[in-house]
């Protein structure tokens, strides 16, 4: 069991060791380092994004494909 924390940034709780406490105006402010590098990270990460994105498109574009050739063999299959 691991203790959580407060993130003020997804309004969520995260364990501990995927936080950063940091310090802002209000005080000090737990923060999960995913969110963090997320905005460090910005453009970075939405064009990566986009990229995973097109990799599951071509994925389900070839078993689509898969599949339809698998509708072909059984119809020209033996009988
Ligand atoms: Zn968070």
């Known amino acids: ?5 407060f993130c ?3 309004r969520t709780h ?3 060791e995927e936080m950063r406490q940091i310090d802002t105006k209000a005080g000090k402010r737990w923060r999960c ?6 905005t460090r ?3 970075d990460a939405r064009e ?3 990229r995973s994105v097109t990799e599951i498109n071509k994925a389900e574009a070839r078993s ?3 599949m339809v ?7 020209t299959g033996p009988t």
Do not use: W
């Open 33 to 38: 380092i995913k969110s963090i590098q997320a």
């Open 69 to 75: 050739q698998n509708a072909n063999n059984e119809r």
């Open 14 to 16: 995260h364990p501990v």
């Open 41 to 43: 990270q910005g453009k």
């Open 1 to 5: 069991m691991s203790d959580t924390k």
């Open 8 to 10: 003020y940034h997804c």
């Open 64 to 66: 689509r494909l898969r």
């Open 48 to 50: 990566a994004f986009g």
